[in-house]
C-alpha cells in the first residue's frame, strides 16, 4: 500500500466515523455567523469628531489632517 492509498484510507475511515455518530455534521457548513467579530469591527471604525479626518489606515492609524482635506494622502498618527 503507497502512501497515498493509506492516507486515502484514513480519510475514508474518519468519515465513516463521522456518518455513523447521529447528531454530528460531517462537515462544518452549519457554523454560526461570526456576529461579535463585526460588531467589535463596526465600533473601531466610529467616526471621529475632533476635527480630524479620521480616515483609518489599514494597521488601525487615523489621519491627523483636517476634515475634508484636499490633499490626496494622508498624515497617519
Known amino acids: ?9 484514513m480519510r ?7 456518518q455513523a455518530r447521529p ?3 460531517a462537515t462544518r457548513v452549519n457554523r454560526p455567523p461570526a456576529a ?3 460588531q467589535a469591527a463596526a465600533g473601531e471604525l ?3 469628531t475632533d ?3 479620521g480616515h483609518r ?3 488601525g492609524r487615523a489621519c491627523t489632517r483636517e476634515s475634508g482635506h484636499a490633499a490626496k494622502s494622508h498624515r497617519y498618527a
Request: hydrophobic residues 40%.
Open 36 to 38: 461579535p467579530v463585526a
Open 23 to 25: 447528531g454530528t455534521p
Open 46 to 48: 466610529a467616526p471621529v
Open 12 to 18: 475514508e475511515a474518519k468519515f465513516a466515523r463521522s
Open 57 to 59: 489606515s489599514m494597521n
Open 51 to 53: 476635527g480630524r479626518c
Open 1 to 9: 500500500m503507497s502512501k497515498l492509498d493509506a492516507q486515502r484510507a
